[in-house]
């Protein structure tokens, strides 16, 4: 017999609970696309702030000047969004001072339309000589040191601000590196939301495969998914069936799907300019005794990942953790095949694959803050490959993951 206290408690916990209905019967994908579309861009003064910690160590390293071409860095600390091609756009951030941009006279007006801090824009005409304005920027922001440069700026821009600009040139990956590697909670935000993104759209493409579908197919699923979510950039997923599998990017061979296939599928997305990266490997029929053995060995890889990243442990022990574990089960040893023949993981942010890497000689300090995936496969050539990758942000207490892991070959994503 219920006694009026714990009546009141009964009807205490089913109003909650009636409270809770609604969100308990909200469509999950379309609150997902809403949540999408409702995302924040980084914002200017974000973006400032990180040209001021990008100035601070740049005086640390004793340089006058960063050069940053087009490309995730430009837009990372200007906001300008603009192509790699053989006219040259430009900034040179100082270590004291604004930034000055430098880009085609015709291209001005597009260059200023995503600006998003304080810079002035200097043109240059067809004719002209844009490592000259480089050289002039330099001389009129009162460079002293050598000007830093991008490891991925080409060549001929940074001989050419050589030769306009007589000045001596150093690494700026210290500074990039420095900037790009410890993500804010604005950057990590988008990162999640580009993660649930390409796992719903896994999800979605497995439920509509059938038998004769060909990669490009699966790959037209993931798009239209990942498009539908709002998410950007979804299209020519990677998508590897039963021999092609054991490849980790895959084979020219027609591969169809059938009873019993391996199928291993390897996309992402963007969301406000923030990558994911998500591979999930499941059988189209029943799994045989061989192929759920290597998937829960990789699976089992995945977890080493996670128990052995801790703040400030280097980079590549993780991939000498995973890979003791693989070759314990007789994989390897190191990259040989049968095994694991590449990194156990790479950083992500604005670009799919940037540092530092989760790979053996790697000592850069696990920090709070930075970004990963975790996608130690195995591959056996011949016969078939599994993969299993997510992305994951390091945080005082350990490893997060951004989206749910995989939890067997029959759940697999």
């Not at 809770?20 to 019967?25: C, E, M, W």
């Not at 430009?74 to 040179?92: C, I, K, N, P």
């Not at 439920?207 to 239209?224: K, N, Q």
Request: charged fraction near 20%.
């Amino acid at each position: 017999m219920l006694t009026p206290k714990t009546n009141r408690r009964e009807l205490m916990l089913a109003a909650l609970a009636a409270s809770a209905a609604p969100a308990a019967l909200a469509d999950p994908v379309s609150d997902l696309a809403a949540r999408v579309r409702a995302a924040v861009p980084i914002s200017g003064d974000e973006r400032q702030i990180r040209i001021a910690k990008a100035q601070k160590l740049m005086r640390e390293a004793g340089l006058g000047a960063l050069l940053v071409e087009a490309g995730a860095s430009l837009d990372y600390f200007t906001g300008v969004r603009w192509w790699r091609s053989e006219r040259t756009t430009a900034a040179l951030i100082p270590a004291e001072g604004r930034p000055i941009i430098v880009t085609p006279a015709f291209e001005e007006p597009s260059v200023r339309e995503t600006l998003m801090v304080p810079a002035d824009v200097r043109p240059w005409n067809e004719h002209e000589s844009p490592f000259e304005r480089l050289a002039q920027a330099a001389t009129d922001l009162k460079v002293t040191g050598p000007i830093g440069i991008e490891a991925t700026t080409r060549y001929y821009i940074v001989d050419g601000l050589e030769r306009a600009s007589g000045r001596k040139v150093a690494p700026g990956d210290p500074v990039v590196r420095g900037c790009r590697m410890i993500k804010s909670a604005a950057e990590l935000r988008l990162l999640e939301l580009a993660n649930a993104v390409t796992l719903e759209a896994i999800r979605k493409a497995r439920s509509g495969l059938s038998a004769g579908m060909t990669p490009h197919d699966v790959s037209e699923l993931i798009a239209g998914a990942t498009a539908a979510l709002g998410g950007k950039g979804g299209e020519g997923a990677l998508v590897l069936l039963n021999e092609a599998s054991a490849y980790p990017h895959g084979s020219i061979q027609p591969q169809t799907i059938r009873d019993g296939s391996v199928v291993l599928i390897d996309c992402g997305c963007q969301v406000q300019g923030y990558q994911s990266d998500i591979s999930r490997t499941f059988i189209f029929g029943t799994p045989s005794n061989a192929q759920r053995k290597l998937w829960d060995t990789v699976r089992r890889g995945q977890a080493i990942v996670f128990e052995t990243a801790r703040p400030g442990a280097p980079c590549g022990a993780i991939d000498d953790a995973v890979r003791a574990y693989y070759e314990a089960q007789g994989f390897g040893p190191g990259y040989r095949l049968p095994g694991l023949s590449h990194r156990t993981g790479h950083g992500i942010g604005m670009e799919g694959h940037e540092s530092p890497y989760l790979v053996r000689g790697d000592a850069t300090p696990l920090a709070p803050g930075m970004c990963f995936s975790n996608e130690p496969g195995l591959y056996i050539p011949g016969s078939f490959g599994v993969r299993l990758e997510d992305c994951w942000r390091m945080t005082e207490t350990g490893p997060q993951p951004f989206t749910p892991l995989a939890k067997s070959i029959d759940d697999p994503i």
